[in-house]
């Protein structure tokens, strides 16, 4: 069973706080992808990555791929209220034709 | 319009009851994707078409479900003798290739009663 493990589930911080989400697997990803999901809406992607170590930086937001390729984290510096949302990891293992395996989310509040 | 839309956005039906659920992918989209989302989860892999086979339906959860996209561009998950437990947001997604990014639509939120 491929599982991806995200934590935590939930988040309520204060604004100008920083924090991290994680997300694990014990299989190897071909990619994987952050994204976010406000209510009553679809996910957004935010970032795809797909080499092992590999960082990327979206304005505030921080992306980091594992060198094994196991495992991600999402770093928020200085959160402001308007991060509010659901934030999703979701893995793409080779040959499984697009098929994402997402993480259970994390539901982040920034209280102002 | 230029993004994925589902259709009904929200969807009451009575227990046993059938439904099918719309998805129009954004126009020269070949891979189509479903997925469900329970309440305070993640999105759950249902199944998955590109153009007008469906390669990958391992994630239905029973054979009351059913999709098909026979003009490889317009789908349709229909759900037989509905459950409670079928009570759920439906989302669609569609992408140029099974590569690139997939765009969602804003779901289908299914209440049974």
């Known amino acids: 069973t491929q599982l991806l493990e995200q934590s935590p589930q939930f988040l309520s911080i204060q604004e100008g706080e920083n924090l991290t989400v994680y997300c694990n697997s014990s299989s190897v990803f071909s990619s994987l992808q952050w994204y976010r999901q406000e209510p009553g809406e679809g996910p957004v992607l935010l970032v795809t990555?797909?080499?092992?170590?590999e960082v990327k930086k979206l304005k505030r937001l921080t992306f980091q791929f594992g060198d094994a390729r196991k495992d991600s984290s999402l770093h928020i510096t200085a959160a402001q209220p308007g991060d509010t949302g659901l934030y999703l990891c979701?893995?793409?293992?080779?040959?499984?034709?697009?098929?994402?395996?997402f993480g259970q989310g994390t539901e982040l509040s920034v209280k102002p | 319009g230029a993004g994925v839309s589902q259709s009904p956005r929200y969807k009451v039906a009575k227990r046993g009851q059938d439904v099918a659920l719309r998805c129009d992918p954004i126009?020269?989209?070949?891979?189509l994707f479903w997925y469900q989302q329970a309440l305070g989860q993640g999105p759950e892999f249902l199944t998955y078409?590109?153009?007008?086979?469906?390669?990958?339906k391992s994630g239905l959860p029973s054979d009351r479900f059913f999709a098909e996209r026979p003009e490889g561009s317009v789908s349709t998950l229909k759900i037989q003798r509905t459950q409670q437990e079928d009570s759920a947001v439906y989302l669609c997604a569609s992408s140029l290739s099974s590569e690139q990014p997939q765009h969602f639509g804003d779901g289908t939120r299914l209440s049974i009663l």
């Open positions: 078409f590109q153009n007008e086979a469906q390669l990958d």
């Open positions: 979701a893995g793409e293992y080779p040959n499984q034709g697009g098929k994402l395996i």
């Open positions: 126009s020269g989209h070949v891979s």
């Open positions: 990555v797909v080499t092992g170590g």
